[in-house]
């Protein structure tokens, strides 16, 4: 089993900055790669960024991609997203997830609890 913990949620304004974390803790050979993903109400969920835990790769969907960066910290088995330029439409609970598999899709067998992160207009 994993057991993912994230942090850093909350408010930001328009145009601002949050910074994501997400602490895995469990099984953690074998792993492939870890993901960001969100959902805003009544939407379904979507897949943000992603990471390989190793070399390091990134993955982005569209939508984040120049604005958000995800990274990874093999020694303390934690990934960061950091959000610039936030807009009120990606007002969402945020996801992270372990054991990804990247392909056409990403595919993860382990889920946080997410955190709300709400962006003002």
């Known amino acids: 089993q994993v057991h993912l913990v994230e942090s850093g949620g909350g408010l930001a304004q328009a145009g601002g900055s949050l910074r994501l974390s997400c602490a895995a803790s469990g099984r953690t050979e074998n792993r492939y790669a870890m993901a960001w993903f969100r959902q805003a109400l009544g939407k379904e969920r979507e897949f943000v960024a992603a990471?390989?835990?190793?070399?390091?790769?990134?993955y982005y969907s569209d939508s984040v991609k120049g604005r958000f960066t995800i990274s990874r910290d093999n020694a303390r088995n934690t990934v960061y997203l950091q959000m610039n330029s936030l807009k009120p439409e990606e007002t969402a609970v945020y996801y992270c997830?372990?054991?990804?598999?990247?392909?056409?899709?990403?595919?993860?067998?382990?889920w946080g609890q997410g955190t709300q992160v709400t962006v003002s207009s």
């Open positions: 997830a372990d054991h990804c598999a990247i392909t056409d899709i990403v595919v993860c067998d382990y």
């Open positions: 990471v390989r835990w190793i070399g390091g790769s990134t």
